[in-house]
T-cell receptor, first 118, second 116 residues
Framework: GAVVSQHPSRVICKSGTSVKIECRSL??????MFWYRQFPKQSLMLMAT?????????EQGVEKDKFLINHASLTLSTLTVTSAHPEDSSFYIC??????????????FGPGTRLLVL | AQKITQTQPGMFVQEKEAVTLDCTYD???????LFWYKQPSSGEMIFLIY??????QNATEGRYSLNFQKARKSANLVISASQLGDSAMYFC?????????????FGSGTRLSIRP
């Protein structure tokens, strides 16, 4: 199946700093990427939908200015957590959708990034 | 608004037995897709099986099958001959519309533990 990578896999940062997480589709072009957040023992919560070359669509309650998303190419989307605080500590997972309109296509998930803000 | 409900927060099953993980959904759309994902302790999301709302037959993928009951809005996952490696979190998910442009929403998950 298609491969999606995320970098870094783990990051520890100080409160107030910004952290950038990269999501790459390695063997396909991803017209749409999705960013999720997962707190311990909870489900994945969609944060935003990222379309190549356009602004991201954020879910209700997600701060656009805090979670900056850039989808500059068909293989790369980045999530920047600005001025991170301990409550932003979480598991961030991206997924990518291959181009096309197949009814059976699925999203391919990256391995996730564990963020710890001290 | 769409909603996914998984009522079993945790399940214990003896190795080699079959197990059914429950999932019900709520949507006003006629076109939608249902997914099951497995998440081991490493955190990666592993796609297991997909069922489209217009698919007349239940989806099967190896030891996984999806018991799709459209009238009851349920999409239970059946794992046959469970193995120790099946221990993980399992998430049911739904996408309204049948194209990948629509977002996927996840249920709360079921933690499956396989006893040797």
């Amino acid at each position: 199946g298609a491969v999606v990578s995320q970098h870094p896999s783990r990051v520890i940062c100080k409160s107030g700093t910004s952290v950038k997480i990269e999501c790459r589709s390695l063997d396909f072009q991803a017209t749409t990427m999705f960013w999720y957040r997962q707190f311990p023992k909870q489900s994945l919560m969609l944060m935003a939908t990222s379309n190549e070359g356009s602004k991201a669509t954020y879910e209700q309650g997600v701060e656009k200015d805090k979670f900056l998303i850039n989808h500059a190419s068909l293989t790369l989307s980045t999530l920047t957590v600005t001025s991170a605080h301990p409550e932003d500590s979480s598991f961030y997972i991206c997924s990518a959708r291959e181009g096309g309109q197949s009814s059976q296509e699925t999203q391919y998930f990256g391995p996730g990034t564990r963020l710890l803000v001290l | 608004a769409q909603k996914i409900t998984q009522t079993q927060p945790g399940m214990f099953v003896q190795e080699k037995e079959a197990v059914t993980l429950d999932c019900t959904y709520d949507t006003s759309d006629q076109s939608y897709g249902l997914f099951w994902y497995k998440q081991p302790s490493s955190g990666e999301m592993i796609f297991l099986i997909y069922q489209g709302s217009y698919d007349e037959q239940n989806a099967t993928e190896g030891r996984y099958s999806l018991n799709f009951q459209k009238a009851r809005k349920s999409a239970n996952l059946v794992i046959s001959a469970s193995q120790l490696g099946d221990s993980a979190m399992y998430f049911c998910a739904m996408r309204e519309g049948l194209t990948g442009a629509s977002k996927i929403i996840f249920g709360s998950g079921t933690r499956l533990s396989i006893r040797p």
